[in-house]
């Protein structure tokens, strides 16, 4: 028996935050409006990323400044590609956002490099692949013209067709990033781009560091105000993916 299968009454989400101004955002609001208990552990936190899901109903994995590679300047990273890892084997639902997704990619064995040409930063189209059709993806139904807001100077780039047995499949994509989403197996989702962003993301982000977005002929206010006009929108679009993920959990603590 597991320790998802032994728990009782109100499942429990573990988020692990890499950075204080990376926070969950509209995970964490739709969580507490669904009744969830939720976890947060990370550096931030002075609380340890635990290598397993043991005693979890569900996992996210949030974003972060850092490179997915650098152990030695974030020396927690390899507890959570061993959380991931074993959140897969146990098949734990969870949704791994941006840096997290680039280290469910490294977790299965996949590639991660920084992007080329440059960071992908801003409002992006996310459009969902044809094999998306054939499973049920968190993202089936999306609407074609769905927009998240990008911010990544890493990316993932390959990926092994199965993991421990289980397939590996990219969903979305967008103009510039082949892999915007993915997902191992039935319960295990990596996302690119900021599901959980607000106004009030895009307006810390940009504001931290203004001058390395002008570098980038970017304009950190137009970032912002680009954002907040589309906010009804993506409040309302990536709630509902939320929410089904959020099913999922719940699904899974009744089996």
């Known amino acids: ?3 998802r299968a032994r728990r009782q009454g109100v499942p429990t989400v573990l988020v692990v935050e890499h950075e204080s101004d990376v926070d969950a955002a509209l995970i ?5 409006a669904a ?8 550096p931030d936190r002075s609380r340890e990323v635990p290598r397993s899901p043991a005693g979890v109903d569900g996992l996210v994995i949030l974003g972060g400044s850092m490179d997915p590679d650098d152990d030695a300047g974030a020396p927690w990273l390899p507890a959570v590609r061993e959380l991931l890892r074993t959140a ?3 098949q734990v639902p969870t949704l791994a956002v941006c840096l997290g997704a680039q280290l469910l990619g490294m977790a299965v064995g996949g590639r991660v490099r920084r992007i080329p040409d440059g960071p992908e930063i801003g409002l992006v189209g996310i459009r969902p692949t044809d094999g998306d059709i054939h499973r049920g993806s968190l993202l089936r139904g999306l609407d074609p013209d769905a927009q ?3 911010w990544h100077w890493w990316e993932v780039t390959d990926l092994p067709e199965l993991y421990d047995g289980r397939p590996v499949e990219v969903l979305a994509r967008s103009d510039r990033c082949p892999v915007q989403a993915f997902a191992v197996g039935e319960a295990v989702w990596g996302l690119q781009f900021h599901i959980e962003a607000r106004t009030r993301t895009a ?3 940009a504001h931290s560091d203004p001058a390395r977005l002008h570098a980038i002929s970017l304009d950190p206010d137009r970032l912002v105000s680009a954002v907040a006009r ?12 939320i929410d089904a993920w959020i099913a999922v959990v719940r699904r899974a603590t009744t089996n």
């Open 35 to 42: 009744g969830l208990r939720v976890d947060t552990v990370g």
């Open 28 to 32: 964490g609001e739709r969580l507490e």
């Open 1 to 3: 028996m597991t320790g």
């Open 230 to 241: 589309a906010e009804p929108t993506l409040v309302r679009t990536w709630s509902d993916v």
């Open 203 to 205: 307006r810390t982000w």
């Open 148 to 150: 998240a807001l990008a």
């Open 88 to 90: 897969i084997l146990g």
